[in-house]
């Protein structure tokens, strides 16, 4: 595919792909770079926006699409951050098309929807075309670590009116997204007594100790596989990461920790989720009266998002891919994004955006080019859809 016959969306999605925006929480320059490109071209296409410092450094970039009724706003938003480069087998930064497909760093999650949401705006623009709500775009910082930027961008919208809806851009394969889960990240500790390796009697080994606890959720997690699914995410999931234990070979290891992450429903409460794995561990306490463990205060927390089906939001989006003869029925996915913390703001809200999550965060990853084309074609229509 030679550049001259690229697409506006695909020549755009080339230029952010090529900026190193690795969040900084992975070595990373983080986001200053692509946030000034982004303002660039909204300041070049003639629309109004602004820069919304969330960090030093790390900007939120707003663009703002006037409607014909300035009370009535929809929000879209995409992050700019991308994960760490390390182990990647092509070119993180230097954009390659082959066989329909984009290949760099980022091109999958998440500039694919990026710039498809900027070309949106700036077409709809060029054709002097006034939606009947304002457009607010958001190019948010911080996603891939604490997701600072949506929570920024949470609180600047509240300086006006409330939204009527919010798209998140993730790679979806062009599905309506509606539902997903959430995720709880917490550590287990066992504390022992360290000792001479040569008299591990004097001692009380937590490595040991932590085993039974794993093998206890471990049985847990069998009948967490057993529950009952939800219809658009799935089941719940508990998964142990990380496991780090002791000082060295000869030691009697006096403190165990493991890391889990705990994939939420729609509905389930963080502290009713930790309340039972609290009763996990008493099970084990009792069995095993000697050791001692004990949980740590979670390091992330993020509750799972459902947006009625019959929400505005679900039916302007299915109208809008209707209409460019796509799947219409909203779909729910087992990952986390933004999207939640704007639907816990009383924005109704959903997810969509081109390309496979399974291409995100890998070795070599890419977007479908006419996946980028079509979900630009649905964020324009998503606009003339929501009345």
Request: proline share 7%; aromatic share 6%.
């Amino acid at each position: 595919m030679s550049s001259a016959s690229l697409s506006p969306v695909i020549e755009t999605l080339k230029s952010l792909v090529s900026i190193n925006s690795v969040n900084p929480a992975y070595d990373g320059p983080g986001e200053r770079e692509i946030a000034t490109w982004i303002r660039n071209y909204f300041e070049q296409a003639g629309i109004e926006v602004w820069e919304s410092e969330v960090l030093p450094g790390r900007p939120n970039i707003i663009a703002r699409l006037p409607g014909k009724n300035p009370e009535r706003r929809i929000v879209f938003e995409a992050h700019t951050d991308v994960v760490t480069t390390q182990g990647m087998q092509i070119e993180p930064f230097e954009p390659r098309i082959e066989d329909n497909r984009l290949y760099g760093r980022g091109a999958c999650d998440n500039k694919g929807g990026v710039a498809a949401m900027m070309e949106a705006l700036r077409s709809l623009k060029a054709e002097n075309y006034q939606p009947n709500c304002e457009v607010w775009f958001c190019a948010a910082i911080d996603e891939e670590y604490r997701h600072r930027g949506v929570d920024h961008l949470v609180e600047e919208l509240k300086s006006g009116p409330t939204p009527l809806a919010s798209v998140v851009a993730e790679p979806t394969e062009l599905r309506a997204i509606r539902a997903n889960k959430g995720v709880l990240r917490w550590s287990i500790v066992t504390h022992g007594k360290a000792a001479h390796s040569s008299k591990p009697h004097l001692g009380i080994n937590a490595i040991t100790d932590m085993a039974r606890v794993i093998l206890a959720l471990e049985a847990d997690e069998a009948q967490l596989a057993k529950s009952t699914p939800h219809p658009l995410v799935g089941a719940a999931t508990c998964n142990i990461g990380l496991i780090n234990g002791g000082l060295q070979v000869n030691f009697v290891p006096d403190r165990c920790e493991i890391q889990l992450d705990r994939r939420l429903l729609p509905g389930e409460k963080i502290t009713t989720v930790l309340a039972h794995y609290e009763s996990v561990l008493d099970k084990v306490r009792v069995q095993h009266p000697r050791l001692k463990v004990e949980t740590l205060s979670p390091n992330l927390t993020d509750e799972a998002m459902e947006t009625p089906a019959n929400a505005a939001v679900v039916t302007a989006a299915s109208q809008a891919l209707e209409k460019i003869n796509l799947n219409p029925e909203p779909a729910g996915v087992p990952y986390g994004c933004d999207c939640t913390k704007l639907s816990r703001a009383g924005i109704p809200s959903l997810i969509y955006g081109p390309g496979s999550i399974d291409r995100a965060h890998v070795a070599i990853e890419y977007v479908e080019v006419d996946q980028v084309e079509q979900a630009t074609n649905f964020y324009r229509e998503f606009i003339k859809s929501f009345d």
